[in-house]
Nanobody, 114 residues
Framework: QVQLVESGGGLVQPGGSLRLSCAASGTIFSIYTMAWYRQAPGKQRELVAHITRSGGVMYKDSVKGRFTISRDNAKRTMYLQMNNLKPEDTAVYYC????????WGQGTQVTVSS
């Protein structure tokens, strides 16, 4: 059974940084394009960034230059380095495979506030 576990969230001041991790089990992680999503209170879940199995990346315009997505296929783990965080980045962050959706994990809360 596929399981996705997100971690690394927390409370940070504007301008701060966090590194999120997404650990996958029960699947051949390396074959999938993987993505980070986020859902803010009262809003729909949105795609933040994705990374193909070969390392090609795409970012939502509002996070370009601040967020970096990466993956370690040997560890079945994907990362999201988030720098210069803004209050509007506050959300629960999730990972999944956009082309082969798996059961959603519990997400990790990111709160950007002074």
């Amino acid at each position: 059974q596929v399981q996705l576990v997100e971690s690394g969230g927390g409370l940070v001041q504007p301008g701060g940084s966090l590194r999120l991790s997404c650990a996958a089990s029960g699947t051949i992680f390396s074959i999938y394009t993987m993505a980070w999503y986020r859902q803010a209170p009262g809003k729909q879940r949105e795609l933040v960034a994705h990374i193909t199995r070969s390392g090609g990346v795409m970012y939502k315009d509002s996070v370009k230059g601040r967020f970096t997505i990466s993956r370690d296929n040997a560890k079945r783990t994907m990362y999201l380095q988030m720098n210069n965080l803004k209050p509007e980045d506050t959300a629960v962050y999730y990972c999944n495979a956009p082309n082969a959706p798996m059961d959603w994990g519990q997400g990790t809360q990111v709160t950007v506030s002074s």
